[in-house]
């Protein structure tokens, strides 16, 4: 089987590597890619939004599979336009990605299931702000402001903050630059990562993670895409663990099912774990970054055949999945400045170890790997428990040198230390 991956993130690379481990495939094309996918994969360039470039290269690479990563594409309907032109792909329809691209939409699939998220109020009004602020946060004996982009943001534009101002002033900005905004009520808890290969009804989940978005250690600063993760997750119940596959993903699959949008490809639930048990944060439509790193690491099935059928309507048919034992944590490198503006073209060195998955690097004319996004490398490490591969990410750290880079030591910290309940 020839598989195509789009995308060019540390999440892609760990895709091909899982990939690369599949007997069954025979080929790995990725467009557009990075520097460390082209020593595993064909690297092609291709404007990932556009379905008939997209179709155009699966065919030229007779791609047997395409698999589509971020999430834009997703939304504005690639996967669509292959399906419809005879190619499986594994990555769901416009319509059904509109649980990640219109939290309005997430939000009635939701109520629609009586699933427990959190309360919430869009502005898309300047004049209308100051009232909404009053109905959350502080003012409405919640903890802090929880303020999102209504638009697709890569994870950064959400601000969370006792600070009535900072809210204020977050909000304002997205409403001056033409962007909706979501406020909703605080989520107290542990957050969990669930990804789920879904098929229509048919729902995989696979090992729950646990990300951590904001830069600072001690989870201080502003957030980020995603700086580091782990998995599986020692402190979490099987009670709880239950409740999110038969209490949220599958009656939210079975009703994207009833509504004509039934989603092929791979929904990811961002649930906090609540004293009243586990309540979603949001719906991704896509694989997780920097979770897919740690979870992948772990998985023994044969990645390319398990989304191949679920791509191809088949999912109910796969044996049921395998996972070597231990645990693995990933650590993500950032460039100098990032999540704010990143300074890029600082030459990395050490990148080329094992465990060491690539984002926002390129190759310079020269030879030279150097970085050219905020999140530039991803770092996993496995072992028999969550010390051993902590421990094993940061020596793997250690030998990488980014003139600038920064990274947190605390990933996983908390639950190695048996800190975390629930
Ligand atoms: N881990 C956060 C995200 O992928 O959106």
């Known amino acids: 089987m020839r598989v195509l991956v789009i995308g060019s993130g540390a999440r892609e690379h760990a895709l091909l590597l899982a990939l690369s481990r599949d007997p069954k495939v025979t080929g790995l094309i990725v467009a557009p890619g990075n520097a460390g996918t082209a020593r595993l994969a064909e690297q092609h360039d291709v404007d990932i939004t556009s379905g008939d470039d997209v179709i155009a290269l699966a065919r030229k690479v007779e791609a047997d599979l395409v698999v589509i990563g971020p999430e834009v ?13 005879g190619i499986v792909c594994f ?24 699933v427990r998220t959190a309360s919430s109020e869009i502005v898309d009004n300047p004049a209308h702000l100051d009232a909404a602020l009053d109905h959350f946060g502080p003012a409405a004996g919640d903890p802090a402001w929880v303020v999102k982009d209504d638009s697709l943001a890569a994870g950064k534009g959400v601000v969370v903050t006792p600070e009535r101002e900072v809210a204020r002033a977050h909000a304002a900005g997205l409403l001056d630059a033409g962007h909706p905004v979501l406020l909703e009520s605080f989520l107290d808890g ?14 995989v989940p696979l090992l729950p993670a646990q990300d951590f978005k904001r830069v600072g250690d001690g989870d201080v600063g502003p957030n980020t895409g995603g700086m580091g993760a782990y998995a599986p997750l020692p402190w979490l119940t099987d009670t709880a663990y239950r409740e999110i596959v038969t209490g949220i993903v599958e009656p939210v699959a079975a009703e994207l099912v009833r509504r004509g949008n039934a989603f092929n490809g791979l ?4 649930l906090a774990i609540t004293s009243n048990g586990p309540a979603v944060v949001e719906f991704n439509c896509r694989f997780g970054d920097p979770e897919t790193q740690a979870v992948l690491a772990l ?12 791509g191809s309507g088949k999912l109910a048919e796969f044996d049921e999945l395998r996972w070597r034992d231990g645990a693995a944590v990933t650590v993500v490198l950032a460039a100098e ?32 790997i150097v970085s050219s996004g905020g999140r530039v490398l991803s770092v996993v490490g496995t072992g028999d428990d969550l010390t051993a591969a902590r421990t094993r990410a940061y020596e793997i750290l250690d030998s990488i040198r980014l003139p600038g880079g920064h990274f947190r030591t605390d990933i996983a910290l908390r639950a190695a230390e048996e800190q975390l309940s629930r």
């Open 73 to 85: 594409p997703l939304v504005l309907g690639v996967a669509d336009a292959l399906r419809a032109a």
């Open 91 to 114: 990555g769901p329809g416009k319509d059904a990605a509109r649980i990640e691209g219109s939290k309005a939409f997430a939000k009635e699939v939701m109520a629609a299931v009586g």
């Open 190 to 203: 542990p957050e969990v990562s669930l990804f789920c290969v879904v098929d229509g009804a048919t729902v």
């Open 267 to 270: 929904l990811y639930a961002g």
């Open 299 to 310: 998985l023994e099935s044969p990645l390319g055949q398990l989304l191949h059928a679920a």
């Open 337 to 368: 400045n990032y999540p704010g503006f990143p300074r890029v073209g600082d030459v990395i060195s050490g990148s080329e170890a094992d465990g060491v998955l690539h984002a926002g690097t390129a190759r310079r004319e020269d030879g030279a």
